[in-house]
């Protein structure tokens, strides 16, 4: 069964860290391009940051650039992001996504194209 599965999400205060991890089963991320995006309440769903397949192009959104960092490892078949100084705002569920297609990672981060995968994604709360 083809699917990803989110982890890392909690409760944390604001300034703390939290490192999410999206592990794939069912296919390898080797050839596939990941990102991570989230949805506030109330709120379209939006990319926060896009990796290529292996690994050398990154793509973070404006609000994030600094704080988040993401990364993946294709001999375990995971991707993460590290997010450091978190703020209320970055309070959501995030959701990490794989896109076989050939693009950039500002493409696919602007989700201008459907995605291949979908987790079911994971909660962060930033709140002291």
């Known amino acids: 069964q083809l699917q990803l599965v989110e982890s890392g999400g909690g409760l944390v205060q604001p300034g703390g860290s939290l490192r999410l991890s999206c592990a794939a089963s069912g296919f390898t991320l080797g050839n596939v391009r990941m990102g991570w995006f989230r949805q506030a309440p109330g709120k379209e769903r939006e990319g926060v940051s896009c990796?290529?397949?292996?690994?050398?192009?990154?793509y973070y959104a404006d609000s994030v650039k600094g704080r988040f960092t993401i990364s993946r490892d294709n001999a375990k078949n995971t991707v993460y992001l590290q997010m450091n100084s978190l703020k209320p705002e970055d309070t959501a569920i995030y959701y990490c996504a794989a896109l076989r297609r050939r693009v950039f990672v500002a493409e696919m981060c602007a989700a201008q194209y459907a995605m291949d995968y979908w987790g079911k994604g994971t909660l962060v709360t930033v709140s002291s």
């Open positions: 990796i290529s397949s292996g690994g050398a192009g990154t």
